[in-house]
T-cell receptor
Framework: RKEVEQDPGPFNVPEGATVAFNCTYS??????FFWYRQDCRKEPKLLMS???SGNEDGRFTAQLNRASQYISLLIRDSKLSDSATYLC???????????FGSGTKLNVKP | EAQVTQNPRYLITVTGKKLTVTCSQN?????MSWYRQDPGLGLRQIYY???????DKGDVPEGYKVSRKEKRNFPLILESPSPNQTSLYFC????????????????FGSGTRLTVV
């Protein structure tokens, strides 16, 4: 079983839509959580950390549900420039590990 | 500008010809790591280093070597490349805790697209 699983998509949404991605993780000892954005053929870039209480950065909201072992990313008022692949990451400090999901592809259309 | 620099960006080589992909960071990060990215498999860790002269295997270390003689540099060495090592490679670094563990998210290099024929 993979450490981190994501729906690969693609999610095709119109501009202005609200879209949400989920990411499940298998190890209950996971300690830190992140969302990354990756544009085609480019390096992943940190989008936001995910805190237990949930956190918001502009149009982006991240949530953590430890009981059900998933994290989520909500994007409001989608822009064309949001089109990318979104990767979730969980860390296991005891094992010096970052585990990446395979990514969810988002296409925002005019 | 804070960054991770990888070279080369693109490389086509032949089976068995030794090659090195260089990685350098200017953020004084202790923790550095190499990943490969393949369609459907996501990013998989090859090797990581918690500090100078401290390296350890990731999930897919076979066929690769690394060294960490200086804090800023973490080269990836393929002694005898094979076609199954054709992939997109990323170097990444992160600030660490006192125990040498990655504290924050990574900063990635721009990637090296390697083709082994």
């Amino acid at each position: 079983r993979k450490e981190v699983e994501q729906d690969p998509g693609p999610f095709n949404v119109p501009e202005g839509a609200t879209v949400a991605f989920n990411c499940t993780y298998s190890n209950s000892a996971s300690q830190s959580f992140f969302w990354y954005r990756q544009d085609c053929r480019k390096e992943p870039k940190l989008l936001m950390s995910v805190y237990s209480s949930g956190n918001e950065d502009g149009r982006f909201t991240a949530q953590l549900n430890r009981a059900s072992q998933y994290i989520s990313l909500l994007i409001r008022d989608s822009k064309l420039s949001d089109s990318a692949t979104y990767l979730c990451v969980v860390t296991l400090y005891n094992f010096n590990k970052f585990y990446f999901g395979s990514g969810t592809k988002l296409n925002v259309k005019p | 500008e804070a960054q991770v620099t990888q070279n080369p960006r693109y490389l086509i080589t032949v089976t068995g010809k030794k090659l090195t992909v260089t990685c350098s960071q200017n953020m004084n990060h202790e923790y550095m790591s190499w990943y490969r990215q393949d369609p459907g498999l996501g990013l998989r860790q090859i090797y990581y280093s918690m500090n100078v002269e401290v390296t350890d295997k990731g999930d897919v270390p076979e066929g690769y070597k690394v060294s960490r003689k200086e804090k800023r540099n973490f080269p990836l060495i393929l002694e005898s490349p094979s076609p199954n090592q054709t992939s997109l490679y990323f170097c990444a670094s992160s600030q660490s805790t006192r125990q040498g563990l990655p504290l924050y998210g990574y900063t990635f290099g721009s990637g090296t697209r390697l083709t082994v024929v």
